[in-house]
């Protein structure tokens, strides 16, 4: 169960992989983990400044209890934000390039995809 689980979970992150890159964003890492959090995806959107997108991957095989967006609660939140600020720390030279913080939400068999763009900010955590 727990690998079916994995399986599905490796499988959405590299669609959404290949969707964000297909809209034009860039590939930096993945899976880039870090005591009390994880950063699913680091993208580079090269047609906004250079921004670095950190991207949390949410898959939900229903809708009943919200889409994804909806279990990144504010703890969640605080966790990928601080994640975030250690990759920029061992990263100098993106240190200084703006981010933001996108939700892909899947959802459904097979999964439908939904980029949420810009989905929260770090001074609202």
């Given at each position: 169960?727990a690998?079916?689980?994995?399986?599905r979970?490796?499988?959405?992150?590299?669609?959404?992989?290949?969707?964000l890159?297909?809209?034009?964003?860039?590939?930096?890492?993945?899976?880039?983990?870090?005591?009390?959090?994880?950063?699913?995806?680091?993208?580079?959107?090269?047609a906004?400044?250079?921004t670095?997108v950190?991207v949390?991957?949410?898959?939900?095989?229903?809708?009943?209890?919200?889409?994804?967006?909806?279990?990144?609660?504010?703890?969640?939140?605080?966790?990928?934000?601080?994640?975030?600020?250690?990759?920029?720390?061992?990263?100098a030279r993106?240190?200084?390039?703006?981010?933001?913080?996108?939700v892909?939400?899947?959802?459904?068999?097979p999964?439908?995809?939904?980029?949420?763009?810009?989905?929260?900010?770090?001074?609202?955590?």
């Amino acid at each position: 169960m727990a690998t079916d689980r994995a399986a599905r979970g490796a499988a959405v992150e590299a669609a959404a992989r290949a969707h964000l890159e297909q809209a034009g964003l860039r590939w930096l890492a993945g899976n880039v983990r870090y005591r009390g959090g994880e950063l699913d995806l680091v993208m580079l959107d090269t047609a906004s400044a250079n921004t670095v997108v950190f991207v949390e991957v949410r898959y939900r095989r229903s809708g009943a209890f919200g889409g994804g967006i909806a279990s990144v609660d504010a703890g969640k939140r605080r966790k990928l934000v601080h994640a975030a600020q250690l990759y920029l720390a061992g990263n100098a030279r993106l240190a200084q390039a703006p981010c933001r913080f996108d939700v892909v939400e899947a959802s459904g068999e097979p999964p439908r995809l939904h980029w949420l763009r810009d989905a929260f900010r770090a001074d609202d955590c």
